[in-house]
């Protein structure tokens, strides 16, 4: 997967191609099916359903708004494991341009906030780890960033996420893309003033769609109803590609865990 998200970037940069729409194509990603079919059951879902959880799309759902969605790594590997999307087909980090700049901070802000939302108590509160799988290592190609709170789990996984000088070739800490972003957005005379850009809420902030969902993954959901799943793709193509390890977020439902209340940005 990461080598054509590495090919077509080149081929944009050096103007070969076109660049690109950005539109979702559930077709051919993973992750643009994954949220198209959350947004398309959310709208299906009755105002009063008995059994919320089950039919308001895929309770992995943490956070989300009409920019970004925040969803549980369907094969965690830390103690909390969330990946932030945008909902447009954004092939990597590497594809962030100055227009960029305030989605990529809102990308980080989105993933502090869940994870803050999860360890409410600041004393008491885990180290998180926030970053991109640059291509060829990569397994969607759409923009993902991760959102840890440590420890790894189990310990050797860390290695897939290394912020180690050494491994910046393969994963981008987000601060750094955030501020990589930024520079060339001042560069280009196209940074949003600080008050300009959308301040992202809390992700703990309810909504008047949460209070109609229940806590708890539900039993009943079926896991073929996944179209990743259907299609027999998964992340677990990046940990081949890096280190053989398991996969993070492809199918969704197969590894929720935990809390399954959502909330807007
Ligand atoms: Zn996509
Ligand atoms: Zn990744």
Known sequence: MGLVAWGTELLRTCGALPPDDRAPRPETCVFCAKIGAHAERCAR????????????????????????????????????????????????????????????????????AALEADFPDERDRPAFRFGFHLPPFNSVDHLHMHAFALPFEPEWKERKYSVESWARFAFEPAEETVARVEKLAAEQGGAAAPGERREAAPAGRATKDDARKTTKASPDRDPDADPARRKGTSEAAEGAVVEGGGGEGGSGEGGVSGSSSSSRL
């Open 45 to 112: 879902a009755p105002p009063r359903d008995l059994n919320p959880s089950a039919r308001r799309g895929d309770p992995a759902f943490r956070a989300m708004d009409d920019e970004l969605v925040v969803f549980e790594d369907w094969k965690p590997a830390a103690r909390r494991h969330y990946l932030v999307c945008p909902r447009a087909h954004v092939l990597s980090a590497r594809s962030l341009g100055a227009a960029d700049a305030a989605m990529a901070r809102r990308m980080l802000e989105a993933g502090r």
